[in-house]
């Protein structure tokens, strides 16, 4: 698992890349110990699903990190290459389809994270690519806005896995071995969310 513990020796690259690091670790480790029916079932109005989630990820950071910075991520799936020609259906980098294998998304995950990495160990802070989807503004888009970018887009994601595995199997926390919540029993959180719906409730 990757520290993000803050510190003053490190510049700037080394600490965005450190960031990065560690949300990635913690999207796979939301998924870990569940069947493959939890990983891919909807649990919102929307579809949002775990499996989903991290496909789409996979696909976006190799748009930025390859793609946008000349140095594509090779041998990408289908579904990515009718992504990158507009031609995928609405939200088809959300879900996987009965063909697609759990581990097949998952390693390209890791895979497109190596390439990232890769790219971004190669390249300065002030290299720059195009983002095509970002119009007039995606011109000379230095790596340092696509970090940023991309790390926030992660933890966007990460957000929603979190509320998704949740609801799944109760099982929270911020990254495997740091759960960041109050050290509280079962019938502790019982009482909170009691008291939580009680104050809720004052404005039914």
Sequence with gaps: MTDTRPTQANDPKSVLQRYFR?????VLWKLEGLSEHDLRRPLTATGTNLLGVVKHLAGTEAGYFGDCLGRP??????????LVAEELEDNGDMWATPE????????LYRR???HSDAVIDELGLD???????????????????????????????????D??????????GLRDGVSNLPDGDARWWADYRTRVQAAADEFA
Excluded: C, K
């Excluded at 509320?163 to 929270?172: H, W």
């Design 163 to 172: 509320i998704v595995r949740e609801l799944i199997d109760e099982s929270a």
């Design 112 to 114: 497109v994270g190596e």
């Design 22 to 26: 560690s949300i990635r670790d913690a």
């Design 127 to 161: 290299a720059t690519g195009t983002v095509p989807w970002w119009g007039e503004r995606g011109r000379d888009v230095p790596l340092h806005l696509l970090l940023v970018h991309m790390i926030a887009e992660t933890n966007r994601h990460a957000g929603h896995l």
């Design 73 to 82: 991520v090779p041998d990408m799936p289908g579904w990515y290459v009718a």
């Design 100 to 107: 697609e294998s759990s581990e097949e998304i998952l390693a």
